[in-house]
């Protein structure tokens, strides 16, 4: 997660791309097979959420999105 964010904040542009692929990869896998593949949708929304938080602390959570 905390790596995801600090390539986020350097390289916003390029994270975007990165992870706009492997949202598609994944995706497309986990529909071909839902039953066995449904790790992949855990795995994407996973790294939407860590994509989308800027700053985050254990003791308040998310702080900026």
């Known amino acids: 997660m905390k790596f995801v964010q600090q390539l986020s904040r350097k390289f916003s542009s390029e994270v975007v791309v990165l992870i706009d692929n492997f949202v598609n990869q994944l995706m497309g896998e986990y529909t071909v097979n839902r ?17 989308s938080i800027s700053s985050y602390t254990y003791r308040q959570g998310a702080e900026q999105v």
């Open 35 to 51: 039953e066995k593949e449904w790790i992949k949708k855990t795995t994407v929304l996973n790294l939407i959420i860590t994509a």
